[in-house]
């Protein structure tokens, strides 16, 4: 359960974006962590979310501007999430509405990080 909401948060954030720049930067699974962390809260109590929380999402939306980019992030969201207890899906599918950042699709549970576009 917990990877499935931290990769639909992830997909709900990644998916939407355009390949734009061809240029691949290097993202750490800390850096995913630490950009999201402040949704933790409202993953796991519904309580929010934070505006702290839509920041964090809207800032890795921007900052992964490039396929690699978003496939790292899926990635590493989709370990982090294995190692996160208690947070519950339904919160996970309402964030990227109640923080304004679109997506394109509804995120399946099993989404395979190598088709992130």
């Given at each position: ?7 639909k ?6 998916t ?11 993202l750490?699974c ?12 409202f ?28 496939q790292?992030?899926?990635?590493c969201?989709?370990?982090?999430a ?9 919160y996970a599918e ?5 923080c304004k950042?679109?997506f394109?699709y ?12």
């Amino acid at each position: 359960m917990a990877s499935s909401a931290l990769l639909k948060l992830l997909c709900a954030v990644l998916t939407c974006m355009v390949v734009a720049v061809p240029h691949v930067e290097a993202l750490s699974c800390n850096q995913v962590f630490v950009t999201l962390k402040s949704c933790l809260v409202f993953l796991r109590s519904g309580r929010g979310p934070s505006r702290e929380c839509c920041e964090g999402a809207m800032k890795l939306k921007n900052e992964c501007n490039t396929k690699a980019l978003r496939q790292t992030a899926c990635k590493c969201l989709k370990s982090l999430a294995a190692s996160l207890p208690g947070i519950k899906e339904e919160y996970a599918e309402k964030l990227p509405a109640l923080c304004k950042v679109p997506f394109p699709y509804k995120v399946s549970r099993n989404m395979d990080c190598s088709r992130v576009n």
